[in-house]
């Protein structure tokens, strides 16, 4: 605990998780080391914390889907009812040219 | 399990530009090559060893815990020089290695350590609550009088998909306006996928998650979002600034 933590942090609270998780495990430099950290392992390891978080069910309720690039989840997450804020979300991401996993059912 | 001497490793989390105020970081070597250096901590190998990290990598505390410590390492440089930051887990098993992939890599990290330099990211989100938009435009629909049960139906049927046509629309020209806007302040600007909202426990949509590189000291863009915000409060719009962070999101192949 040290001037360091002090120094660069502005913000009031502490990072949110899925920031921090955004950043370390999608952004940076990927080099690889004398131990590999398969990136399949990575991705699956966001899909199940998603998944710890709020259950499959739950998230497909929620229209939560964007695991569907995932092969290994894809078909199990596929089969709920596409809700139509949430697609009408992915179109509007779409339009405005953010990038969006949608894989629409259809 | 294995008592060989390969029970260490090296855990490289950024490499920096050489400063001395680096020394007071805690709980880190530094390993030197010209004038980079990369961040280390010796690490038991046996907590990274390929046969146990899959399962460590699907063990929330596990993640959680060694994320945030990569991060506030990298917090912890980026405070006193330019940092380029590793992605998550990238170990060597000896310091010679580290040594090698310095040397053999400076002049990519030059590059980057250049082109972040006196820079920090910020994050910026957008939120919107859909569902009170939503109701709060319905308010505002014609009454159905007249014709049948059917026809009064079909009319609000009709009503609320030109709702969500239009709102779909402001929404959009929303989010781009304010990307173009943030994006006019800033050295740099990378869009990322909105998270989830099992990632960010709120019940609002994420409209924008944007990374934008400014320079130290530099209060436009904070300006900007702010700005922002009081434009867009109307429509329930909420942003949200984050940073300064580490230049993840300016590091590497640039697109």
């Known amino acids: ?106 | 399990m294995i008592e060989a001497p390969a029970g260490t490793a090296w855990y490289v989390y950024g490499v920096a530009e050489d400063n001395p105020a680096l020394e007071r970081l805690d709980a880190v070597e530094l390993i030197r090559q010209g004038n980079l250096v990369a961040i280390v901590r010796e690490v038991p190998l046996e907590e990274y060893d390929e046969a146990v990290l899959p399962e460590r990598l699907n063990d929330r505390e596990w993640l959680e815990r060694n994320a945030r410590a990569h991060e506030d390492v990298l917090q912890g440089a980026a405070a006193v020089t330019a940092v380029v930051p590793l992605r998550f887990g990238t170990i060597y098993r000896s310091p010679e290695h580290v040594v090698e992939m310095l040397g053999e890599r400076a002049g990519e990290f030059a590059e980057n350590l250049q082109r972040v330099r006196g820079h920090v990211e910020l994050g910026v989100k957008a939120w919107v609550d859909l569902s009170a938009l939503e109701q709060t435009l319905a308010a505002g629909d014609q009454p159905v009088a007249g014709g049948g049960a059917g026809a009064a139906y079909l009319q609000q049927r009709a009503q609320q998909q030109e709702r969500s046509r239009e709102l779909s629309d402001r929404l959009t020209e929303l989010a781009e306006e304010a990307h173009r806007r943030l994006t006019a302040v800033a050295a740099a600007d990378v869009v990322n996928r909105p998270q989830p909202r099992e990632l960010t426990g709120r019940s609002e949509a994420m409209l924008l998650n944007g990374a934008y590189l400014v320079p130290e000291g530099d209060d436009r863009l904070r300006n900007e979002v702010e700005q922002l915000a009081a434009e867009h409060a109307g429509l329930g719009v909420e942003y949200e600034l984050t940073g300064p962070w580490p230049p993840h999101n300016f590091t590497g192949e640039q697109s």
């Open chain 1, 1 to 106: 605990m040290s001037s360091r933590e002090l120094a660069h942090r502005s913000g009031p609270a502490p990072a949110q998780l899925a920031d921090v998780l955004e950043r370390v495990l999608d952004k940076g430099i990927v080099i690889a080391g004398d131990i590999q950290i398969n990136l399949l392992d990575i991705e699956l390891l966001t899909v199940k914390l998603r998944l710890l978080i709020a259950s499959a069910d739950k998230a497909r309720e929620m229209g939560i889907d964007w695991w569907d690039g995932d092969p290994f989840l894809s078909k199990s997450a596929r089969d709920g009812n596409g809700n139509s804020v949430e697609s009408r979300l992915r179109a509007l991401e779409e339009k405005a040219g953010l990038p969006t996993t949608q894989k629409e059912e259809s």
